[in-house]
């Protein structure tokens, strides 16, 4: 069986921009109906040679602050229940808030594998905003770009050694 990689993390913080980066196209997410969420993107990945099927499990986020805290945790528990490794993003530029901090407190308790990932550090120089990130509890988070391509074969490497 195909391992399975999930991407976890609140909304805005890069996880289709990545989804998209390592799967090697872009695909669509669009609403067939209203009302109707489709909270799960597949694709295959493949790096060295290893193939593997990612899963965006943020598909159409909602905007309303109130649904963000649910949904999340909805898409940390199918992590939960479904990946053989779980890929954790959190916003570099922003910070970490407190729903970064009550996801990683989800996912650290499943004792599932989780590889923390900073995005948007678009810069070869890690800032020091990195380091608060160790709060988390998942070790050194490995620094990317998802749109400008950093850091993305490192962070594939790893995500192989998982497997
Ligand atoms: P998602 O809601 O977690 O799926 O996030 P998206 O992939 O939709 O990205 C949210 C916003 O962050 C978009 O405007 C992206 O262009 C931007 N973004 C994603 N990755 C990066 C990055 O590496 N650097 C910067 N500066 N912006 C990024
Ligand atoms: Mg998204």
Redesign the pocket.
């Known amino acids: 069986n195909r391992a399975i990689v999930c991407i976890v ?1 609140r ?8 989804f998209n980066k390592i799967v090697g196209k872009r695909i669509a997410i669009t609403e067939d109906k209203p009302g109707v969420t489709r909270d799960r993107i597949y694709a295959e990945g493949e790096w060295l040679n290893r193939h593997f099927t990612v899963i ?1 499990t ?1 598909g159409l ?1 909602p905007d309303n602050e109130d649904m963000i805290m649910s949904n999340i945790k909805r898409q940390a528990q199918i992590a939960i229940d479904t990946a053989d490794v779980i890929l954790f ?1 959190v916003d570099g ?1 922003e910070g970490l808030n407190t729903t970064d901090k009550e996801v990683g407190e989800i996912l650290r308790k499943s004792g599932k594998e989780v590889i923390l990932a900073c ?2 550090i ?1 810069t070869p120089k890690n800032p020091d905003e990195i380091y608060e990130f160790y709060e988390l509890g998942f070790g050194e988070p490995m620094v ?5 391509g950093l850091g993305i074969g490192d962070l594939l490497d790893e995500i192989i050694e998982h497997f």
């Open positions: 993390g909304p805005n913080v890069g996880k289709s921009t990545l965006d943020g986020e993003v530029l995005n948007k678009d990317i770009s998802a749109e400008q």
